[in-house]
């Protein structure tokens, strides 16, 4: 798991098996859900960052929750944990904004990761 921005992660966080499994290997279908995905997750992200400044815990909920089917179908399960804990913690009550910001950086460093291998990965698929 990453530490920090400047510590790499010696392993992958994608999993493409699922992927390639549940569109039969056809590539042009796995080349849609990744270019989707590549779109989809950083708008995400800078979502869930804007309503954290906001303090806007209906929106950074309901994000996460959409980002757990985002990331589970590219096998990214190390986030699936943290997702779920945001979006527990998220609401209007939330003591622990503190804590939604340590997950989210965690989120958000990992989602780089995701995003530079799913590019890399891309490839495979053009």
Same mark, same amino acid.
Do not use: W
């Given at each position: 798991?990453? /530490?920090n921005e400047?510590?790499?992660? $010696? %392993?992958? $966080?994608?999993?493409?098996?699922?992927?390639d499994? *549940?569109?039969?290997?056809?590539?042009h279908?796995?080349k %849609? $859900?990744?270019?989707a995905?590549?779109?989809?997750?950083?708008?995400e992200?800078?979502?869930?960052n804007?309503?954290?400044i @906001?303090?806007?815990? $209906?929106?950074?909920?309901?994000?996460?929750?959409?980002?757990?089917?985002?990331v589970?179908?590219?096998?990214?399960t190390i986030?699936?944990? #943290?997702? /779920?804990?945001i979006e527990?913690?998220?609401t209007?009550?939330?003591?622990?904004?503190?804590? *939604?910001? %340590?997950?989210t950086?965690?989120?958000n460093?990992?989602c780089k990761?995701?995003?530079? %291998? #799913?590019?890399?990965?891309?490839y @495979?698929?053009?």
């Open positions: 798991m990453i /530490k400047s510590e790499k992660s $010696v %392993e992958n $966080v994608c999993d493409f098996t699922y992927l499994k *549940i569109m039969n290997g056809k590539k279908l796995i %849609e $859900v990744i270019d995905f590549l779109k989809q997750v950083p708008e992200l800078r979502t869930i804007d309503a954290i @906001n303090k806007d815990y $209906v929106i950074i909920k309901n994000v996460a929750h959409t980002m757990r089917s985002s589970s179908i590219l096998g990214i986030l699936a944990p #943290i997702l /779920k804990e527990d913690i998220s209007p009550l939330a003591t622990s904004v503190e804590k *939604i910001k %340590e997950l950086h965690e989120l460093l990992i990761q995701a995003i530079d %291998e #799913i590019k890399r990965e891309e @495979n698929y053009a």
